[in-house]
């Protein structure tokens, strides 16, 4: 066992020198890890933070005018919003108005169409049914006439003659 010790010693040393070279390696990849970022960071103010100071200066600059086109806006939109009311109103007025003239007229055209009927069936009654009397009235005695007189001529043709019931019609 005693020769182990010496064993066990110069193993640890070498652990020691290799922890040593690797915390050495590592300070190292952090240093220049830590120039890159201090570059990054010092290229990202000279060219970021510009911009975003002329940012804030824009936004403080057009502040003013932002509110003044939102405040225009939103006096738009009631003013349209009014408008549209006022023609939704208008169109319902006359759409109101029209249906109204429709029924009227469906009324009026009804009420045309019934007297054109009454006027109709009066005409027929007092000018076509005394008109078609009389016509009847005038054809019996025409064919009474006829028969009479054209007994005479019947029998001067062979008693061949047209039959009473034929001019009826």
């Known amino acids: 066992m ?3 010790v010496p064993l066990f010693i110069i ?6 020198v290799i922890q040593a070279c690797i915390l050495v390696a590592l300070f190292v990849v952090v240093r220049k890890t830590g120039g890159q970022v201090e570059a990054l960071a010092s290229e990202v103010k000279t060219k970021a933070l510009p911009t975003v100071e002329t940012t804030n ?3 403080t600059e ?3 005018r932002i509110t003044e086109i939102v405040a225009n806006v939103e006096h738009s939109s009631r003013v ?3 408008q549209i009311e006022r023609v939704d109103a208008t169109v319902s007025d006359a759409v109101d108005r029209t249906r ?9 055209i009804n009420r045309t169409l019934d007297r054109v009927e009454e006027t ?21 005695v025409t064919a009474g006439l006829e028969f009479f007189l054209g007994r005479k001529r019947r029998q001067g043709r062979d008693g061949v003659g047209v039959p009473q019931d034929e001019l009826f019609i």
Do not use: C, K, Y
Request: glycine content about 4%; cysteine-free.
């Open 80 to 82: 349209a919003r009014s």
């Open 11 to 16: 193993a640890t040393a070498v652990a020691v």
């Open 2 to 4: 005693e020769n182990l």
């Open 57 to 59: 200066a824009m936004l």
């Open 120 to 140: 109709s069936d009066m005409v027929h009654r007092t000018v076509v049914s005394p008109i078609r009397q009389v016509q009847g009235l005038f054809q019996g």
């Open 100 to 108: 109204l003239q429709i029924i009227r007229a469906d009324e009026l």
């Open 62 to 64: 057009l502040r003013p």
